[in-house]
């Protein structure tokens, strides 16, 4: 019964890491990374499409991302969409292949971003203590209809709140890992 309660936590505990690792690859570090178009859906026959599934996209530079279409008459399509997302870049366009130039980030977007990057940990770390709250939940009622003893509930209770102080620590060095990476000029 404990070791259901703790794989549970487990898995919800590599929910919240997953969860945290997407939006971090979303956040724009100044460097090229494929995953900043990841969000980007284009039109493709009446369908919003996602970009890679339309496109190569390549990183030949740290400054530059490619975005070569398989079809060319989508390169307009592409444009547009780029320009409706909420990242910031210009598309260049040269007929068969579009080039998106990363500006280095200011000073002030540098802490935009850290801002950012610190309310999605939170986020994790809120996900993580609701699991927690669930799992103590669980095993206080499991307790209270005498399928477990006092001594299990207060060992469990123990193992559920390391769990819970591991996984917070991981969130805390994940974030301070990004931190440092925008931070850098």
Known sequence: MLDEIQEDLKANFQKAFDALSRELARVRSGR?????????????YGQPTPLSQMAALQV??????????WESNLLKDIERAILQSDLGLTPSNDGTLIRLHIP?????????????????????KISI????RD?????????????I??????????????????????VDT????????LMEV
Do not use: C, F, W
Request: cysteine-free; overall charge negative; proline content about 5%.
């Open 32 to 44: 090229a990374n494929i995953n900043l178009l990841d969000n980007i859906r284009v039109p493709y």
């Open 60 to 69: 030949p530079e740290p400054r530059m991302i490619t975005i070569k279409p």
């Open 104 to 124: 280095p980030l200011t000073e002030d977007r540098r802490r935009d971003l850290v801002k950012q990057v610190k309310a999605h940990g939170e986020d994790a």
């Open 129 to 132: 203590r609701n699991s927690r």
């Open 135 to 147: 799992a103590n939940s669980t095993l206080k009622d499991l307790e209270k209809d005498s399928d």
């Open 149 to 170: 003893t006092e001594d299990d509930l207060q060992r469990g209770l123990k193992v559920v709140q390391e769990m819970t102080d591991e996984a917070v620590a991981r």
């Open 174 to 181: 994940i974030i301070a890992k990004k931190e440092t990476e």
